[in-house]
C-alpha cells in the first residue's frame, strides 16, 4: 500500500528515501465517568494506562488493553495534587494534599481497591512547618515533590523572614538521590507569587511587582549546591504582555510559555531570556498544554535532522533534497523490505533498520530533545506544534461517539483545571464531565 522505500547507492554513498503518508483520522475510544462537583485534579499518561486523580481524593485506572477502568482509591483526606509513574520500579505516586505522597505497586494483574501502597509523609521537623502546612502548594516530577509556601505579604508576621519564599524537596524512593534528606531552601520574594511548573530541576513562577501587571517570570534552580536568596534568572514582563495561561519547561533547558490567551513564545533558560521560537496557537485560549520528545514525539517516525544525519536525500516529490518533512498528525509509515545491493553480496535491509543503524552511528537515544507540543484551547480544538509548524490535529467537538449531551453542555464551563495528555497514539483529555480518550486511527 504505502511505504518507505530506502535505496544505498554504494558508488555514491547515497541514500534515497521515498515516503507515502497514511491518512489518519481521531476516534472516541473510551471515556472516565467522575461524580458530579468532583473534578479531576492530576492525571498521569504512560503507554499501558491512564491514572486520574480526583478533588475528594479517588484514584482510578483505564487499563488499554483490557479497555476496563480500575478503582485504585475511592477517596482520601485531601485531593489529589500529582500523580507520577516510575518506569523504574513500576510505582505509581500519588501526592496528597500537602502532607502526604503514597507509593503504589502498579501489580498486575489490576483489582480495585488491591493494589498494595505506602504512605509517606511530606511534612519535616523546621521552623517552618505550621506556617508552610496551612499556605503551601505542591508541584510534582518524575523523581521529586515540590512543597512551596504561598508567599502572603499579610501573613508573613507569622515567621521571622518576611522576604522570602521557602520550599521544601522531597525526592521520591525511586530517585538515586532517595537516601538524601529532603531538601530546605529559600529564595528572594518581594511580592504575591503563583507557582508555574516544575521539573526536578527548576522551579518556575511569577511574580508580581505592583499593582500595574508588572511582573518577573522567574526560574530557580533547586538542585543548586548553594542555597540561593536571589532569583536565578528573572524575565521582566508588564500588562501588554497580557495573563501568563502556562509556563512547561522544556528539555535543553528551554521553557514554553503560553500568554495573552494563546501566544506562545519558546525561550532560553539564560541570563537573557533568549526567544528561540514563537508561534500563535490556531484557536481561542489554550486550557492545557502537554509535551511529548523524542523518537515516539514524530508520529512513530523518525526524526530527519538528528537520525539520517550526514547523508543526502531524496524525498518523494513534494520535498527534494535535504528538505524538512512537513510533519502532521496523519503520518504513519509503513515500510516495505527491499533488495540493497552492497559491494558483491545481496542483503536485505529495511528502512526501520536503516534508521536504526543511524540511530546508533549518531548516537542519539528515543529521550531526544526533539518535542512536540500539543495545546487543547476551550473550543476543543487540539493542535500540535512541532518543527516550526503548527497544525491541527481534531475537535473534540467533532468526535464521533461522545454523546451530544455532553458536548451541548459544553466540556469546558465548570471552570475547573483542565488536563491534555498524550502519547500521540491515546488523547486523554479531562472535562466538566470526565476525561475523555481519543485514539489515532490509521487507514
Not at 146 to 151: D, E, T
Not at 210 to 235: F, G, M, V, W
Not at 423 to 435: R, S, V, W, Y
Request: aromatic share 12%; charged share 25%; with cysteine.
Amino acid at each position: 500500500m504505502e511505504y518507505i522505500k530506502a535505496n544505498i547507492d554504494s558508488e555514491t554513498n547515497t541514500n534515497t528515501i521515498n515516503i507515502k503518508i497514511k491518512s489518519v483520522e481521531y476516534l472516541y475510544y473510551d471515556y472516565i465517568d467522575i461524580i458530579p462537583g468532583d473534578p479531576i485534579s492530576a492525571i498521569t499518561l504512560t503507554n499501558k494506562f491512564v491514572v486520574i486523580g480526583t478533588m475528594s481524593g479517588g484514584i482510578k485506572l483505564y487499563y488499554f488493553n483490557e479497555k476496563r477502568l480500575y478503582i485504585i482509591s475511592k477517596n482520601s483526606m485531601e485531593y489529589i495534587s500529582g500523580l507520577s509513574y516510575s518506569v523504574k520500579d513500576q510505582s505509581l505516586y500519588a501526592s496528597i494534599g500537602d502532607s502526604q505522597y503514597l507509593k503504589y505497586e502498579m501489580k498486575e494483574p489490576f483489582m480495585d481497591y488491591s493494589m498494595p501502597f505506602s504512605i509517606n509523609e511530606l511534612n519535616e521537623n523546621n521552623l517552618l512547618y505550621n506556617y508552610c502546612n496551612d499556605n503551601s502548594y505542591i508541584l510534582m516530577s518524575s523523581n521529586s515533590i515540590l512543597k512551596v509556601n504561598i508567599f502572603i505579604p499579610e501573613l508573613q508576621e507569622k515567621i521571622n523572614d518576611e522576604s522570602y519564599i521557602n520550599y521544601n524537596l522531597i525526592y521520591l524512593k525511586n530517585n538515586s538521590n532517595s537516601n538524601s534528606t529532603p531538601r530546605i531552601g529559600r529564595l528572594k520574594a518581594t511580592n504575591y507569587y503563583v507557582p508555574l511548573d516544575y521539573d526536578g530541576k527548576y522551579f518556575c513562577w511569577v511574580e508580581y511587582k505592583n499593582d500595574k501587571q508588572d511582573r518577573n517570570i522567574c526560574i530557580h534552580n533547586t538542585l543548586s549546591p548553594q542555597t540561593s536568596e536571589s532569583l536565578d534568572i528573572n524575565l521582566s514582563i508588564d500588562a501588554k504582555y497580557g495573563h501568563v495561561n502556562h509556563a512547561k519547561l522544556l528539555r535543553g533547558n528551554k521553557i514554553l510559555i503560553i500568554h495573552n490567551l494563546n501566544e506562545c513564545q519558546i525561550y532560553e533558560i539564560n541570563q537573557h531570556f533568549d526567544e528561540v521560537e514563537n508561534f500563535t496557537h490556531l484557536g481561542d485560549e489554550v486550557y492545557s498544554v502537554d509535551i511529548v520528545y523524542g523518537y515516539n514525539a514524530l508520529s512513530k517516525s523518525y526524526n530527519r535532522n538528528s537520525f539520517l544525519k550526514g547523508t543526502n536525500y531524496s524525498i518523494g516529490e513534494d520535498y527534494g533534497i535535504n528538505s524538512k518533512i512537513k510533519e502532521s498528525e496523519n503520518q504513519r509509515l509503513k515500510v516495505k523490505e527491499k533488495k540493497m545491493k552492497n559491494s558483491n553480496s545481496e542483503v536485505k535491509i529495511d528502512a526501520i533498520n536503516f534508521i536504526k543503524l543511524n540511530l546508533k552511528n549518531n548516537r542519539i537515544e528515543e529521550n531526544s530533545l526533539n518535542y512536540a507540543i500539543i495545546t487543547l484551547d476551550i473550543d476543543g480544538n487540539v493542535n500540535k506544534y512541532e518543527n516550526k509548524h503548527e497544525g491541527k490535529l481534531f475537535n473534540l467537538y467533532e468526535i464521533n461517539g461522545i454523546h451530544q449531551d455532553f458536548k451541548d453542555k459544553k466540556f469546558f464551563d465548570m471552570g475547573y483545571m483542565y488536563f491534555i495528555k498524550t502519547n500521540l497514539d491515546f488523547f486523554c483529555i479531562t472535562t466538566d464531565h470526565g476525561c475523555f480518550i481519543i485514539k489515532k486511527n490509521q487507514t
